[in-house]
């Protein structure tokens, strides 16, 4: 510490008789004059570097999945702020443009539902992925969580929101279509599943925009398919409860391995350990 | 700003993170008491190094009793002490003791040019203590502790550290005049 601790009397009391306060006083001025060189930041963070081979070996965190999912969602809460507000905005554009369409006589709403429902998601994988995009993962890493949990934190706010937009929607049409909200639910999770595990799988491996250009020629694709052939739309509206149940599961199953795909790449990021400035 | 409690226990969990916090919270602090111990910037600097490795490799046993820039401190106390005691120390007391004269005269030199002429002054009467009067006179004066914390830190008897502090303040009493009287003689002579 550079700055010179001074000695008040109180403090003098402890020295009992054998000093004299103002003589104690005028050695205390004559000895701040010590100043000391510090070391710069560089030669500080070389001993911090050499330190790191010392540093206990990680322990798995044996937190129940009551509190991991507490710590997902606080820090989804504070990637509510800095996703941007673009993404926010066409959330709000598409859930408007879904209920235009749901509730005109001429359009099918649970087929709109079904080719509308993954959208909000996608373009949040871009947020998600934005720190790569910029190459500011490593800036990223100055706060105080890790790459993988950044991104895991963000996957969780937008499939929230994507899952809360539809399901809004999907209960504005129900009265619309005269089908149990279950049913409509169904209609649209399914094929949402496996939209999102493709987006996921696209995303990990390639950047922004052919990520984006490849998803949205296969949702093109899909959606062309589907509406060309009266055949598909009839299976797809009517299909069995069991097989949407086995088909939601098998989707489900695709999203938590490309979660963890996701997780396994981002965690052995280069520098990726925990680098927390913000205390 | 994160207690040291709670960055012990998440270096204790593998944080690497915390680590560094912990390291830069308290690097000021350490760096400056070994510096005024030894006297040399770069010997400071391996020397600091060295007892945060010391920290860290027997953190597992720290209780959390006790402030730990305390625990810390008293690992730099007893690590200067090595220090004095190695023989790398002795070996470099010996050159020391050989070139004496001449460092004296650059050093002379130094301290004429330097703008800093007072700290240097200090900083000579500080490095010609005794090691152990010299310990008590930085933890006191420096670090700012009680005279039963250093008692403590030092593992010696209250008495002993106010006797030593006694001898370290009336010894650097002697030699900052003793510096200053030589100075105005020096002063003298080229005016003269």
New interface residues.
Partial sequence: MSRFNPINKTDNDELEERFDYNEYQALEQELTDYLVKFPDEDDINATIDTMRQYVPAQTTKSANGIERLITLCKGSATEVTIVSKIYWITCTMLFIIGYLITHQANANPLLTLIFLAPLPFVIGLLEVFKGREHGLLEIELTCKFTTDQIMLSRLFLIGITNVTLNTVLTLTISPVTGKPILEILLTWLTPFTFFIAIALWLSIKFKGQVFVTTFLSLWLVFIGLTISNNHWIEALLNINIVIHLICLGFGSLLISFQVKQLINKYQTYEGGQRVEINY | ??SDQSLIEE???????????L??KH???I??YT??KVGD?HLA?DL??EI??KM??S??NYSGQGKFQHWLLKIAVNHCRDYYRSRAYKYKDKITKIDHQVVDERKNVEDLLSK?Q??V???AA?DQLPPYQREV?IL?????L???QIAQLTEVKEATV?SR??QG?DK??SL?KGVDHDESVQSNQQNR
């Fill in positions: 700003m994160q270096i204790k969990s593998g944080s690497q993170a915390a680590m560094e916090v390291v830069k690097y000021r602090m760096f400056a510096y005024r910037y600097y600091t190094q945060f490795i860290i490799k953190i597992k800093k007072r700290s002054k200090v900083k500080i006179i006191k004066f420096y670090q700012g009680k005279i039963k106010k502090l006694k303040k650097l009493k900052l």
